[in-house]
């Protein structure tokens, strides 16, 4: 039996320079570090689920939307721009994992303020994001360092580094600017977007125009997925909160069990169909699609989210704690879910650039799904009823693809391999 000896230098994690990754490295995989930032975020999806499942039971639509969306594109902004950076630049030393650390940090600093953010939003007065936006900050603001080292020890890349700093610097003297200042919530609102759009732009501009980094698109494709499963934990914490209540109502009955199969049938369903899309082999050879593919998650990392904090409204209903009624009550599950499906197959087409009939018809058929699900709410339909038949929307693509759309997927990525482009 042999083993084979680390060499003295895996064995610390001194200083490395910062000379970028090969993107086409074998086996690249995530690193430890890359899982345990990951972790922060579980409990930010925690919070940010429980606060929108909350408004939407008491019936605050207008509350759950906006304060969903902007916890959301500020939860997944972060993650992103750290999983992108550590595809193209993860020395792992010493320097790195500390200012990992202070990212996380403001992870939770973020976490904390989300509560607050919701309710000022509820009140109307004025958009109360102070602790939400300083967790950002710090956040932002060891990525702005991450990018600096980075441009200084890789000079063939300065230009597109210092791009990224520049971008994050300019978004963050705004947010720092809502944190000082007293706006109202429409004021807020309005400069959030456009802060937004400035941090989305820089990667535009940076991967574009000034050559871009050395991400790795099979490393790139297990992040997302990933951090994909991290969303799902919310369609689980869901289900417990839905099955609980149907237990400490009615005690172990039919409802029960049905509660349980139609909440982890959901998450499973959502799981497997996610896990259809052929991330890494497209990007892999088209490189200038990541962009939508990697700005589309955003909308389905939302979906899945909302998906869970929609199975906790489905408990409250149960418990009669809710402002709403149940067609309501399902359709704080049913949009999400839609959303989700109708993601997915748009990121596919992004990826492909290809939809067929066979897909047509099997969102066709996911929609029907959906309707019925509905209409059986509006009919009084036991909620536990309904959610089953709502289990059956991604079911009806898992099971397509099981039988014949395989066969479409692998003649499609065989056209994919054969050209690149935009």
């Known amino acids: 039996m042999s083993t ?50 909350h408004v939407m039971a008491e019936g605050h639509y207008a509350v759950a939307l906006i304060g969903f969306g902007f916890a959301t594109f500020a939860i997944c902004w972060a993650w992103i721009n750290f999983s992108w950076f550590a595809s193209a630049y993860d020395t792992d030393d010493w320097i790195f994992r500390v200012v990992t650390m202070v990212q996380m940090i403001g992870v939770l600093v973020l976490a ?24 950002y900050v710090i956040m932002r603001g060891a990525m ?24 994050i610097s300019i978004a963050q ?31 535009v501009i940076a991967e574009g125009k000034d050559g871009g980094t050395p991400w790795h698109a099979h490393h790139i494709a297990e992040r997302y997925s990933l951090f994909a499963i ?8 869901g289900t417990v909160a839905t099955l609980s209540a149907v237990v400490e109502e009615q005690g172990w009955t039919m409802d ?33 699609r990541a962009f939508g593919w990697g700005y589309g ?41 839609s959303v989700f499906l109708g993601s997915i197959y748009a990121i596919h087409y992004h990826l492909l650039r290809r939809f067929n009939a066979f897909q047509a018809w099997l969102l066709f058929a996911s929609a029907a799904v959906v309707l019925v699900a509905v209409l059986a709410a509006l009919s009084g339909v036991d909620m536990a009823v309904c959610l089953v038949i709502l289990m059956l929307a991604p079911a009806v693509t898992v099971v397509g693809y099981e039988i014949l759309g395989h066969r479409h997927e692998a003649e499609a990525l065989k056209s994919a391999a054969q050209r690149t482009g935009p």
């Open 297 to 337: 998650q955003i909308v389905i990392i939302a979906a899945i989210v909302a998906t869970g904090a929609g199975l906790h409204v489905a408990a409250y209903f149960i418990h009669h704690k809710t402002q709403i009624g149940p067609v309501v009550t399902l359709l704080s599950t049913a949009i999400p879910v």
């Open 112 to 135: 904390i303020g989300l509560p607050r953010m919701f309710k000022s939003i509820d009140q109307g007065a004025h958009l109360d994001s102070s602790i939400m936006v300083l967790g």
């Open 230 to 237: 991290i969303a799902l934990g919310e369609g689980v914490v």
């Open 256 to 288: 029960a069990a049905l509660v349980g199969i139609a909440g982890m049938g959901l998450t499973f369903g959502i799981w497997w169909v996610y896990y259809l899309l052929p991330s890494a082999q497209v990007l892999h050879a088209n490189r200038n």
């Open 4 to 53: 084979t000896t680390p060499s003295p230098e895996t064995l610390h994690h001194h200083a490395q320079g910062m000379s970028g990754r090969d993107p086409h490295e074998a086996h690249r995989v995530a690193t430890p570090l890359e899982l345990l930032f990951d972790l922060t975020f579980a409990t930010t999806f925690g919070f940010a689920a429980a606060q929108l499942a």
């Open 144 to 167: 702005i360092f991450q990018w600096l080292r980075a441009a200084r020890q890789d000079p063939a890349r300065r230009r597109t580094c210092l791009t990224y700093a520049v971008a």
């Open 173 to 203: 003297v705004g947010w720092v600017a809502q944190l000082i200042a007293d706006f109202s919530v429409d004021t807020s609102i309005m400069l959030s977007c456009l802060l937004a759009l400035i941090e989305m732009s820089g990667p």
